[in-house]
C-alpha cells in the first residue's frame, strides 16, 4: 500500500489520475476483503476504482460513496439502457463493450450525463467482454477472475456436419483470433466521449509509450492526418496482421480476423529467395525502411517452427539483404517480417527515462519586504519562512536575479507559469537562500497537496469494517444433505414442437424469437412459459424486442433478463415473474441481494461457482423469497460474439462481399480444436451474431446441491437423449462419461 500511495502522489502532483482496476467476479469469502482494499485506496486518494461484480458495486456505492465506480468493459454494457441502470446503481463512467459501432457510441453520449469510455487500441476479445467462458470451461483460467488463458488465439477448423459421410470441411487457421484495434486514422469521427482506453495487458513498457505518445500526439492535434512514419511506428511496436476498427465503422465479418498468425507480426520485409550457406540467406527487399543490427526477424515456414532471432550480420544490397547468423530451418519463398525495431525501441524507452518529463503549471509569488520574513505564495498555499532580508552593504538583489533563482524549478514536479515578485529596494539576499526558500516553499506544497488529495472514511463505513461486514462476509455452507426435491426448468436453444411431449419439465425456457414464431402452438399450452432475452440486444435486435414484447407477454408467466439494460423493456409491462440469467454473472449473496433490490425473483448463479460456493449462497438467502436456480445439464454457451465464423468463412462475408446467409439453410456447424473435440456455433440472423458452445456437456449430481430448482440446457439432442437427462437430474444424479464434465462443481476458478 506505501508504494501505491507513493505512486498516486507521484500522478497527481502532474495531474495525472489513478483508477484501481477491481473488475473481476468475488466470491463471498472475497468480497469483504475486496470492498476493505477499495477503502484503503479511497484513503490514499485514488480517483475511482472499476467494477465487474455488481455486489461490491453495491457496498462501494453504500459506504463509500463519494469515490467514482466506473462500470468495466467486463459487464458488457451495450445499450443506453444499460448506462441509465448502471448510473442508478452509482456509476459514474461505463467503459462501453468493444463491439458498438460510433453511431451507437454517439446516440448513448447524446442521452446521458455519465462518462463515457471506449477502448481505442489493442487486442480485442471475440466474445463479448465478461460473456466469455472459454477459458474457463476447458482450461479453468476463467476471463471473469482475470486469468484467461486466450483459448481465441488457438487454431481451429470450421466443419459443416453432414448426415451421410464426412462432415465438410470450410476452412481451418486462427478462426477466433481478431487483429488489434486501432482508431489513430479516425479519431475525428468518435463521439464526444470522456476517455480513450489503450489496451496494454501484458505489454511491454515501449509500447505504452510508443501508443500512448502518438494518441496523444494526434488528439492534440486533432483532424491532422497521422504521418507515414508514425502508423509504420505504431504497427511496428505490435499488431497482428495489420489493425481494424473493430466494430466503430460497421461489421466486416473476416476482414475484422487474423485467421494467418495470433501473434505480433511487426513489419513485412520480403522473401526469402536462396540460401548462400546454412547460416545465411538472401532476402529480397519490399520495404521502404531499413533493417539494422539488433532489430527483431521472424521468418514464417509453413511447415516448420517459424524462424526468430536478433538481428546480428546484414549487408544491404541494391535489392536485397543478405542475413546471417540465422537460426532454424528456412524454406524458399518464406515471408520475412522485422519483429522489433531497435531504434523505436530505444526511442522508446528514452522517453521514459529522461525523468520528470510532466509538470505542474503553478503561479509563484515572492514579497520580500524590509525587516519582515519572506513569504511565499504557491497558488492559494503560503509558506512563510523564517528568513528576515538583510540591509545592502553594496549592490542590492536584483529583481530579475530573483525570478531567474526561482524559475529553476528543476527536478521537481512543478513549472512556474506565472512569477511575481514584490521586493523592496536595497535589500540583500545570498543566491543560495533564494534557492532554499525555493526548495523549502515547493517542498511544503508538494506535502499539502499530497495531504489534500488524502480522504478519510466516513464514520459509518469505519464502524462496517470493525464488525467485519455483517450481513457480507459469510461462510460458505458445506452441508451434503439436501432432501427437497428441486423443480426442474427446460431451456431449448433451438425450438422443436416435439419438446412440449417432454415429461417431467416444471418450467419451460424459450427464445423470445422462438415464442413469437410458435406463438400460435403456445399460446393455449398449459405450462409454464418464459421468454428468454438473448444476451446482447442492441440494433436489429432491440427494435425486435420492442416491437413484440407486449404480445409476448400474454402468454409468458415472465421473462429471463440477460443484461441489465433489458429491464427497460419491461417498465410498461404488466407483472411477471423476472429471472436474472447465468449472463450477470452472479458470483456471490451481496450479488443476489442487489438483483432482489432490482425486481428478480429468481437468480440463475454462474456456472463458474463451485458446489460448496452455491450451497452457501443459497443458504444465505433462503429466507429473503428469493429462488436460486443452477444450471445442471447442457453444454455451456462459452462465446456470445458479433463476429459469426459461419457467416465470414460458409457465407463470405467481408467489408466488401455480402454474406450468402448460410444460417439460413438450418445447417449444422462446429469448429474443432487441435485436441479434435468440437464446438457447436450457433448464429442469430436478426442482428448477425453467433454463440460458441463448450464441447462437452455440463452434468453435474443435485442431491448434494441446496438450489431450489435446476436447470437444464438442451442443444442438439434428441427427444429420447432430452428425456433421459431429465429423469437422471430429476432424480438428484448426473450423467457420466467422455462427453460429459462435472464444469467448476468440483474446481473452483
Not at 328 to 339: A, E, M
Request: aromatic share 10%.
Amino acid at each position: 500500500m506505501d508504494e501505491l500511495k507513493s505512486i498516486i502522489e507521484y500522478a497527481h502532483l502532474r495531474d495525472v489520475k489513478i483508477h484501481i482496476t477491481l473488475n473481476t467476479l468475488l466470491n463471498d469469502n472475497e468480497l469483504f476483503d475486496a470492498f476493505k482494499f477499495a477503502c484503503d485506496v479511497y484513503s490514499i486518494g485514488v480517483d475511482a476504482v472499476i467494477i465487474q461484480d455488481l455486489g461490491l458495486a453495491k457496498l462501494l456505492h453504500t459506504y463509500l460513496p463519494d469515490l467514482p465506480l466506473h462500470a468495466s468493459t467486463q459487464l458488457s454494457t451495450h445499450n443506453l439502457s444499460g448506462v441509465k441502470k448502471l448510473k442508478e446503481l452509482g456509476f459514474s463512467r461505463v467503459v462501453l463493450a468493444r463491439e458498438l459501432s460510433i453511431k451507437e457510441i454517439e446516440y448513448i453520449c447524446n442521452n446521458t450525463d455519465v462518462e463515457i469510455e471506449i477502448f481505442s487500441h489493442g487486442a480485442q476479445c471475440v466474445s463479448y467482454s465478461g460473456e466469455c467462458l472459454m477459458s474457463s470451461m476447458i482450461g479453468d483460467r476463467s476471463g471473469n477472475r482475470g486469468k484467461c488463458a486466450q483459448p481465441c488465439r488457438l487454431p481451429y477448423e470450421l466443419y459443416k456436419k453432414s448426415t451421410i459421410g464426412k462432415d465438410i470441411f470450410i476452412d481451418k487457421g486462427y478462426l477466433l483470433s481478431p487483429k488489434d484495434l486501432s482508431t489513430l486514422s479516425i479519431l475525428n469521427k468518435l463521439p464526444n466521449i470522456s476517455c480513450l482506453k489503450i489496451e496494454g495487458r501484458m505489454k511491454s513498457p515501449e509500447y505504452v509509450a510508443t501508443v500512448v505518445s502518438l494518441y496523444r500526439k494526434y488528439i492534440d492535434e486533432m483532424g491532422k492526418e497521422p504521418s507515414k512514419e508514425d502508423i509504420q511506428n505504431i504497427a511496428q511496436i505490435f499488431n497482428r496482421g495489420g489493425f481494424s476498427h473493430a466494430y466503430l465503422e460497421g461489421k466486416f465479418g473476416k476482414d475484422t480476423m487474423c485467421y494467418e498468425k495470433p501473434k505480433n507480426w511487426g513489419l513485412y520485409v520480403g522473401k526469402v529467395i536462396g540460401n548462400i550457406d546454412k547460416n545465411t540467406v538472401k532476402i529480397s527487399n519490399e520495404c521502404d525502411f531499413d533493417i539494422s543490427i539488433g532489430d527483431g526477424i521472424e521468418i514464417w515456414n509453413d511447415d516448420f517452427e517459424d524462424s526468430s532471432f536478433i538481428l546480428s550480420s546484414v549487408k544491404k544490397e541494391k535489392n536485397y539483404y543478405l542475413i546471417g547468423n540465422v537460426k532454424g530451418t528456412v524454406k524458399p519463398n518464406s515471408k520475412v517480417y522485422r519483429t522489433s525495431s531497435k531504434l523505436l525501441n530505444q526511442t522508446a524507452k528514452e522517453s521514459y527515462s529522461r525523468g520528470f518529463l510532466r509538470h505542474k503549471k503553478i503561479d509563484f509569488t515572492i514579497i520580500i519586504k524590509e525587516s519582515e520574513c519572506i513569504k511565499t505564495i504557491i497558488n492559494d498555499f503560503v509558506y512563510d519562512s523564517t528568513v528576515i532580508p538583510e540591509l545592502a552593504k553594496s549592490k542590492p538583489i536584483s529583481k530579475e536575479k530573483v525570478e531567474e533563482q526561482l524559475r529553476k524549478t528543476g527536478n521537481t514536479p512543478f513549472e512556474i507559469d506565472n512569477l511575481t515578485s514584490e521586493l523592496d529596494s536595497n535589500l540583500f539576499l545570498p543566491i543560495s537562500t533564494i534557492n532554499e526558500i525555493r526548495r523549502t516553499a515547493l517542498n511544503e506544497y508538494e506535502l499539502f497537496l499530497n495531504k489534500q488529495n488524502q480522504k478519510e472514511i466516513p464514520e459509518d463505513t469505519l464502524k462496517f469494517i470493525k464488525s467485519k461486514g455483517k450481513n457480507v462476509n459469510y461462510n460458505e455452507y458445506t452441508s451434503n444433505n439436501f432432501t427437497k426435491k428441486k423443480k426442474v426448468s427446460a431451456f431449448f436453444n433451438i425450438f422443436n414442437k416435439e419438446c412440449l411431449e417432454l415429461n417431467g419439465i416444471d418450467n419451460y425456457y424459450f427464445n423470445f424469437k422462438d415464442i413469437l414464431a410458435n406463438y400460435d402452438l403456445l399460446k393455449n399450452l398449459s405450462k409454464d412459459i418464459y421468454a428468454v432475452f438473448p444476451i446482447i440486444t442492441k440494433g436489429n435486435y432491440e427494435k425486435f424486442i420492442k416491437d413484440n414484447i407486449n404480445t409476448i407477454s400474454n402468454i409468458v408467466k415472465g421473462f429471463i433478463v440477460s443484461n441489465i439494460g433489458q429491464l427497460d423493456y419491461l417498465k410498461e409491462i404488466p407483472a411477471k415473474e423476472l429471472i436474472a440469467n447465468y449472463s450477470f454473472n452472479t458470483f456471490n449473496t451481496t450479488s443476489v441481494l442487489l438483483l432482489k433490490e432490482l425486481g428478480f425473483k429468481k437468480i440463475i448463479l454462474s456456472p463458474e461457482l463451485t458446489k460448496v460456493q452455491i450451497n452457501g449462497i443459497s443458504k444465505n438467502t433462503s429466507n429473503l423469497g428469493i429462488n436460486i436456480e443452477v444450471i445442471a445439464y447442457g453444454n455451456v454457451c462459452v462465446m456470445n460474439s458479433e463476429y459469426c465464423p459461419i457467416g465470414s468463412l460458409a457465407g463470405g462475408f467481408s467489408k466488401n462481399t455480402q454474406c450468402s446467409k448460410p444460417c439460413l439453410k438450418n445447417e449444422l456447424y462446429y469448429l474443432k480444436d487441435r485436441m479434435s473435440m468440437q464446438f457447436r456455433v450457433l448464429s442469430d440472423n436478426i442482428d448477425c451474431q453467433s454463440k460458441i458452445f463448450n464441447s462437452k456437456k455440463n452434468s453435474i449430481e443435485t442431491n448434494s446441491l441446496d438450489a431450489d430448482s435446476i436447470r437444464l440446457d438442451f442443444l442438439d439432442e434428441n427427444i429420447k437423449t432430452a428425456q433421459y437427462a431429465i429423469d437422471v437430474h430429476k432424480e438428484g444424479n448426473k450423467l457420466s462419461g467422455e462427453e460429459y464434465t462435472n464444469g467448476h462443481f468440483a474446481r473452483p476458478v
